[in-house]
DNA sequence: GTGGTCTAGACCACG
DNA sequence: GTGGTCTAGACCACA
């Protein structure tokens, strides 16, 4: 379900605590979804239950989930986007969208290839909303 | 020039090959360029001289820089892309897509805001190939 | 275990790192073993952790050892040899035992005790193949 | 004639110091040839005439090749090679041995075919003195 | 002045 | 306890 990459420099719980959001962010976790329980998920990524513990710790003082007792770990609704209206996107995107190709260039994608996949992921994240 | 987040969990060093990386794939680097001295970018960016210089040797054991002794740092030729035809964009790009929106979700963009920055770059960028 | 010798103008992480590898060829390290712990083996070569955390960091980005968080560094299964059937070796083994026969030469050795040497290093490596 | 490699760790003037070492000792060059002038040899390697000066000062030091004013560097006279009847072959020659099963590892060899290809070498050599 | 090596010593991520 | 990151600061190789 999610995915971490032990060679990857970025800490692991980072990398899963990236993930999780990732997956709330492009609509393939909604509001309500149950998560993995810790003791699951840890032992599907080959990780110590205090990582995994520490992520969803991590997510529940963020906002992102809420943990039930004795139930389990839920996404939360989400909460209303700050309403900044004018951002430095050069300065606030743009690191994140060099990471991304300079990861994507590594594997051979150039950066149209990349773009051209983003627009199809866009449209299909639009037809899921309406539906 | 480069930018790096000291509060990111990603290592700095990691963060500023990612941006050199981008920098090239995004055409704002070509090769021949001339990449700022060790000592020059180290107090630019407020780190050691010791955290750039690894990246510089990291990016010329991959390839990507060439050092003359002596003299500096220089992009090289772009190497042939990996003959890969038939790619698993889904299994390759996804992760990496996911991680540029889950930390733009963090910031408050949406998916749509960071596609459409990212064709404006694209455009940018090729709008400086041809020139 | 290892040895390197401060005098010499190799960058004593390089001869480390040769040392390591020379051991793996010659058998006397395979695969699964465990290597040193980095604190361990710097206080042996009277090395700073660093130059030794540099010569793992760059044998598991060769893909020669691989290590396991919090648990250590261990020796990887070989890869595949390079599929190049006809090599040229005058041009690719030649300088590297000029090399050897020069600084051997250094120490009063004669090419035949070199090569002596060395192919009772290659029995012994056969012998411990078998058992 | 000779050859240096930038990219090898070791600095570029101990590369070629022990090249030409390598060559007088494998019988390349003999006592009495001419080596490069400094400034030839520079051009020819693209290394900065003072690289190149030093190691012939050094070799010159050594006793290893003689600088006639106005004439040039020659091979001189091999000394006599030092007594010593019993030595640690296994200290003094171990890490040279794994440096070059190393390097040769890297580009595919296996033990066998380095200790193979030098006996060859020693034959010719032989067969090269007595004629 | 350019990059490269090394040390001492602190702090972090992970099991 | 394991490896990884980072800093401050010294010294070396090369043009």
């Given amino acids: 379900m999610f995915s971490v990459d032990p060679s990857d420099p970025t ?3 980072a990398q899963l605590e990236q993930a999780i959001r990732g997956m709330i962010t492009t609509g ?4 309500g979804d149950k998560l993995p329980t810790v003791r699951g998920l840890s032992k599907d990524l080959g990780l110590n239950t205090n990582t995994v ?11 992102v989930v809420v943990t039930k007792r004795g ?3 839920f996404v939360r609704e989400a909460p209303p986007a700050p309403p ?3 951002r430095d996107k050069e300065r606030e995107l743009r690191p994140l969208v060099d990471r991304l190709l300079a990861d994507a260039s590594i594997l051979g994608y150039t950066m ?4 051209h996949y983003m627009r199809a992921l866009e449209v299909r994240h639009h037809l899921k909303e309406k539906a």
Same sequence: chains 1, 2, 3, 4.
């Fill in 84 to 86: 900044q209206l004018e």
């Fill in 112 to 115: 149209s290839e990349v773009v």
């Fill in 53 to 63: 513990a520490r992520v969803y710790a991590e997510l529940e003082q963020a906002g």
């Fill in 71 to 73: 139930a389990g770990t």
């Fill in 28 to 31: 393939q976790l909604i509001p």
């Fill in 11 to 13: 800490p692991v719980y």
